[in-house]
Every structure is written in C-alpha cells, then in structure tokens.
C-alpha cells in the first residue's frame, strides 16, 4: 500500500472521471480531493496542503485546445513550483501532453488510464518531490549556481561544472546516494547554451524494465498488450534540450545497446515502430554504482561508458566536506522552519558538535531528513543532540578520519558523555574552558 499522507488534488471536469480516481487512490492509502474546473483547482491549492496534481488539460470551456489546462499549469509552476503535476490527456493528444512536460509537468497519462502504471507515476513523482523539498538544492539564483558548500571539495566540483557546461557533450555524474547529483545535472542545464530548452529527467531505477524502453524512445498503439495509444518518449520530449538520466547503471544490455546508437547518431525509433526520428538531446547521465565493477562482470557496456563520459564529475560525499555539514544544516533548519511554521532557528552546541561529527552515510538527503524531523520535535527555538536523534556520533574508527573530523567527534562525544555540560566536557577534553568554547564556536563558521 502507498504510504498514507499523500494528499492529490484531481482537477478534471467529468464527475466520473474524478470518482473513477478517487476509488483507486484512495484504495492505496492516498487521500484526495476534486476540483470541477481550474478556478476551484487553484483556490484548493492556495488553502494548502496538496502534494500532487491530477491535472486534466481539457474542461468544458474548451474541449479541443487544451488552454484552461495549459493556463492552469502555467499558474501552478509559478506559485507552487515544486509541487508534481501530471496531466491526463485524451487518446489522440501527445502533442498536447508534450506542450504540457515542456511547460513544467513531471508526467502524462493517457485516458482510459492503466491503474498500474498511474500509481507508479504518482509514487515516483511524490517521492522525488519530497526528496527535492528536503535535500538542498540551488540556492535562490539558480542561475548563478550559488550551491551552498564552501569546502574544496565542492569548489572543485563547481570549477568543473563552470568550465564544462557551455560545452555540448556528455556528461557522467558518479558519487553516493544522496549526494545531489541530480542538483548537479540542474545546475549544468542552467548554465549551458540549452538552458531555455526543456530539462526531463527519467529515473532508470524506478522505472520497471520492461516500460524503460517505452518511457525513452516512446511507442506506437499496439505495440504491446498495454500500448493502447502512441506515446512520445523522452528523448522526443527533450529534443533541442537535456535529458537527465538517473541511475544508468540499472539499464538492461538491450536498453544500453539502444541509448548507444541515439548518442552516436542522434536518430531513435519508438518501439513497435519502423519510422527513424532525429533529435537533438545533451545527455546528462548519474549512478552510485561502480560501472567499471558491472562492466568486470558482463553488466553494463565498455563503449556506452566512453561515451557517457566525454566529462565526468564525481560528487564528494557528505563526510568528506567538512563544514558544508554546518552551512548545509543551517539552511535546511531555515527552509523546514518556514515550510512547517515552526519558530526554530538555531542549534545548540551540542547539536553542532553532533552534526560535524556524523558521518552522514545518507548524505546530504539524511541530513536534510534529520533536520526536517528535529525542527518539527523541537520544543522551543532551538534544536539539541536529543532531537537530532543521531545515536552514536561517528561510525569510521578515528584512524580514518581527517584530523578536523576526529576533533569534531572527540567534541561531540565529550558532550554526550557529560550530558550537554559544556564545561565538563572541556575538563574531559583536557582543554580550558575558553579553548574549549572558541573550538565549538568554530563549528558554526
């Protein structure tokens, strides 16, 4: 069953329709609510509280063209511009649906709808919207690619990013989950000659295998059991822009032979089809996964990986950015404080010492996790150790740690054995009580 809390808004004009819907949401634990035309959408989504959106782009007052929906749309990517939204169109309205994923959608479903593959849309686009609300992302000019991190980890990344966005090649981000590697990809978009032209992403690994094909290079009706009508596809859709696809290493020999061919010659073949199209897509590609490791073993091709490649990036995991762990804390206690009303705005310093001296196995995505859940258990303004909730401060024995992370855990630790005094944990330390306290005050610069 989905987890409960997710909350869809299904905006269609039909009565049956949003019933329909309703019957199968709301037997996978979702709730929902219904809105008749585009004004009641958007007073529904104004009150709050909306997590996903059902959009159909065709009401009554204009049966054909698709523009009350469109216009809605539009409005939605402005005010509520991380919220999903997936549109529903008619048999026969690709091109419609893809002036709909240009202008923001995250996906579309064809009516009469397949119950299957609506709630995996809907539970992949919820989990990466949460995932996205959480995790920290571009800070406010995108443009400019302000990601917060100072560390030299991080500035070599972005010199990286600087030098080879305007280039039209591919590009391969490796590093753990968790890192923000699709803010990377982003943020290489916004940066390069196509940043006007559309951005789709695809996620391999929440895709089942036998849709990847499909969801890429698209379908003709009757190509198999379920393919009731055509459907474009993701390179289509990006065409003159950049296609994000997340975790390549999950795609099958077959698929890896597929995307080879259309990075060499730029031409795709929906499935079922005899048709060649040609498009022009900037391939950004990520994994977590060791490719040279699934190459070793029969798993993933040589040649598609040269070229994935032309440039790769690897992402610095969490642990190895020394005080980003602070910067990034304190803007996802600013950013949780505002999204759930909670007067919290700062740490305590045993909460500082807590976070430097965690090893964030989640990265940055646990982090954000962990703040979210502290800001909304804290009692007053502050956030303390007890609420982060961390447990054991470091899991890697101090021979692996750099000599600035060993003194965080060493600080944090001395806190936690002598309960949040301060002062008894500068006598544990062996340190006198103002190099004590110029130590911990260096945790928050």
Sequence with gaps: MADPGGTILIADDQADIREALVLVLRAEGFATLGAASPAEAALLLDAGGIDALLLDLNFTTDTTSGDDGMRLLASVKIIHPTLPVVVLTGWGSIDLAVRALRAGAADFLEKPWENTRLLTVLRTQLALSRARGTAVSLTHQPVQGDIIG?????????????????????????????????????????????????????????VPETLIESELFGHVRGAFTDAKSDRIGRFEIADGGTLFLDEIGNASLATQARLLSVLEDGIITRVGDTKPRRVDVRVIAATNADLNHLIDHGRFRRDLLFRLNTVEISLPPLRARGDDVLLLASHCLTASAARHGRAVTDFAPDALAALAGHTWPGNVRELAHVVERAVLFADGNTITQAHLRLGPAAAAPLERMTLDQAERYLIQRALAEAGGDGEAAAKRLGLSRSAYYRRLAQLRT
Excluded: N, Q, W, Y
């Design 150 to 206: 100072t560390s030299a980890a991080m500035r070599a990344v972005l010199t990286t990013v600087a030098k080879i966005a305007p280039a039209d090649v591919p590009v391969l981000i490796t590093g753990e989950s968790g890192t923000g590697k699709g803010v990377i990809a982003r943020h290489i978009a916004a940066l390069s000659r196509r940043a006007d032209k559309p951005f789709i992403t695809l996620d391999l690994g929440s």
